[in-house]
């Protein structure tokens, strides 16, 4: 089973499929293997083919995963790679008939997105010191995850030339490499123009990479998403902001402000790059109090 996850895993990259889905799947699949093949009594691990694969087996696995008191969303992802891993199996004709298809995986509850108000987010966005470099560097990164909208991931793949100043674009690659102009507004603009300035005679550390990435670490090398979100939390402190919030939920708050202003959720689903519109109704439940406020000043029977 090790060389069909070898060639599942190069299948997902010549589709474009994002390295973070990639990483996810694979592991997840190892994880299934691993189940399957316990070791011996001598502690060599055991064998198993994957034509074995079946609705019994994944069934049992799922068992399993519930037993371990591993979460339901957790439970649901790796159902989800294994059903990607079986359509794969099947196209390929190793095997005939997709064992996935009539296992269902288990019901996760919506989960209401993390985000912060309008006056926190202005908070948070003000408190680095931009006496300091890094300070102007956080402070781009903040107003650049709110202005836009962005999942950490796109903020740390942006290079210089994906900015556009003049029309205040930036061209943002999504999941699967799907890419995207977003634009952003003049205090990002000055942040970012702020940051660059100082960026240009901080040396660069040696890099395979043709491109030159925006935001850079203390050594010169592209920001990592582990950087962003400590910076993040630093900032939350300074703030004296006691909610718990990750880069995401910038994104978040981006998407509930917009609609609480009265954009169109098929306007909000573009700039955040999601695939279905589904995915961005999750924000309508979040604006039900700004809708009864609105009702309450404008229904003269309210």
Known sequence: ?????????????????????????????????????????????GTFSVQALNSQVIREYMGYLHDKKIEKSSIARK????????RYLCKS????????????????????????TEKDCVALIESPDLNQPAGR???????????????VSELTGINIGDIDFRESLILVRGKGKKERLVP????????????????CSQPVAHSPEPDLPVFLNLRGSRLTARSVRRLVEKHMGSARLNQKISPHGLRHSFATHLLNSGADLRSIQELLGHKNLSTTQRYTH?????????YEKAHPKA
């Open 184 to 199: 952003f507004g003049n205090p990002c603009h000055a942040a970012l123009k702020a940051y660059l300035e100082e960026r």
């Open 93 to 116: 004709r190793i095997l005939l008939h997709n064992p996935a298809k009539l296992v269902r995986s288990p019901k996760v509850a919506q989960r209401v997105p993390n985000y912060l």
């Open 79 to 86: 159902i989800s790679a294994l059903r990607s891993f079986c």
């Open 286 to 294: 979040l604006s039900v109090g700004h809708l009864m406020e609105q």
């Open 137 to 151: 560097r956080d402070r781009a990164i903040l107003e650049l995850l709110y202005a836009c909208g962005l999942r």
């Open 1 to 45: 089973m090790d060389a069909e996850i070898r060639q599942f895993a190069d299948n997902l990259v010549r589709r474009n499929t994002s390295d973070h889905t990639v990483r996810s799947y694979v592991s997840d699949l190892q994880q299934l293997h691993r189940y399957l093949t316990p070791p011996d009594s001598e502690g060599k691990p």
